[in-house]
């Protein structure tokens, strides 16, 4: 800025430069400089349409020559909308945040967190599963699920429901399932993996049940947004967000022996509890199941993708056509 004032006081008076940044200023404007060698000095100015009016540059149209008016040396241009062009303008203006669009510009607005968390929120549902101990009722586990379809599936964590006697998988217990709405359901495990740590729950409701969408996990990069839901420490509606820090995490690489795994690392907040819970990305959709985290460190969260997931429950139903259910 210091650099135009020098060069517009060379080409004109500083009563001329005043004038200019005054009306500038008052106008909450945008001033500044043409320097085109192969053309005359311009100085543009677009000043707001309510304070226009007030202006002694009365019955010029919306958009103007700059040779209309002359402060010294430099001809000003004044940019204004007019009323009847504010339709089409408005047409190409930015979606509200708020309504749950994206800005045109492409940039995230200060509200994606909350709009992404919103569309699968209704959908996330905390698992309590009991067992009745010399006549006491004991909560064994609580872990997350996500309900991913109107009949009561919900897609869970198989470690947090079943029990691995040799070869048979069993219930732990008695599953309870709680919606965001309080509302509460018998839940009944129809498949897992403990391969994957990957389990089916299914709920029966006479009212219509929320849904979340699975989205894709193979379009995730490093430094991606992602958001962690569930119920951590028994914490019903808990949302914590984070970004990407690996998509392809070995098992090998945690230590972890058996069958080979690729898992999605993040630093989203995870804890006991959110086992079973979705991440999920901007646009509201599921792209991994919360697993695990690293006990010792802070931001080493792991998630299994969910085009891992959807080919186990395609496996699944498979499993379901041939009338079987636990391993």
């Known amino acids: 800025m210091d650099h135009f004032l020098r060069k517009a006081s060379f080409s004109s008076g ?10 500038g200023a008052a106008s909450a404007g945008l001033l500044y400089l043409s320097n ?15 304070l226009r009016k007030h202006l002694p540059f009365q019955g ?34 930015p979606v509200a945040v708020g309504d749950g669009g994206k800005p045109s510009c492409g940039c995230l607005g200060r509200d994606f967190i909350a709009n992404a968390a919103a569309k699968v929120a209704p959908a996330v549902v905390n698992l309590s599963v009991q067992q009745d101990l010399y006549g006491f009722t004991t909560v064994r586990s609580m872990c997350s699920g996500t309900i991913i ?16 006697q040799g070869r048979q998988l069993t219930t732990k217990g008695k599953i309870d399932v709680t919606l965001q709405d309080g509302r509460t359901f018998e839940g009944t495990v129809i498949n897992s993996d403990l391969h994957s740590d990957i389990a089916i729950v299914k709920i029966k409701s006479k009212t219509p049940l929320p849904t979340a969408k699975l989205g894709s996990s193979s379009k995730l ?13 028994s914490l019903q509606n808990t949302v914590t967000a984070g970004i990407v820090s690996c998509v392809d995490r070995k098992s090998s690489d945690l230590g972890l022996g058996g069958m080979r795994r690729e898992y999605l690392q993040t630093d989203c907040a995870i804890n ?11 646009d509201g959709e599921i792209v991994g199941v919360n697993i695990m985290k690293v006990a010792a460190a802070d931001g080493l ?22 009338g079987l259910g636990l391993d």
């Open 301 to 322: 969260s792991f998630s299994i993708p969910i085009d891992s997931v959807s080919k186990i429950i395609e496996h699944f139903k498979k499993r379901e056509l041939y």
């Open 149 to 164: 379809d109107a009949d009561g599936t919900i897609l869970t964590c198989a470690h947090g429901v079943v029990d691995s």
């Open 60 to 93: 010029h149209p919306s958009f103007v020559s700059s040779d209309h008016w002359q402060f010294g040396k430099f001809p000003l241009f004044l940019s204004r909308v007019d009323p009847a062009l504010a339709g089409d303008v408005a047409k190409g203006a």
């Open 272 to 282: 006991a509890g959110n086992s079973g819970g979705p991440l999920v990305n901007i």
């Open 221 to 233: 990069r490093p430094g991606d947004w992602v958001i962690a839901m569930g119920t951590p420490l």
């Open 14 to 23: 500083s009563k001329s430069i005043v004038r200019i940044i005054a009306i």
């Open 36 to 50: 085109n060698p192969d053309s005359k000095a311009t100085v543009k100015l677009s000043i707001p349409t309510i």
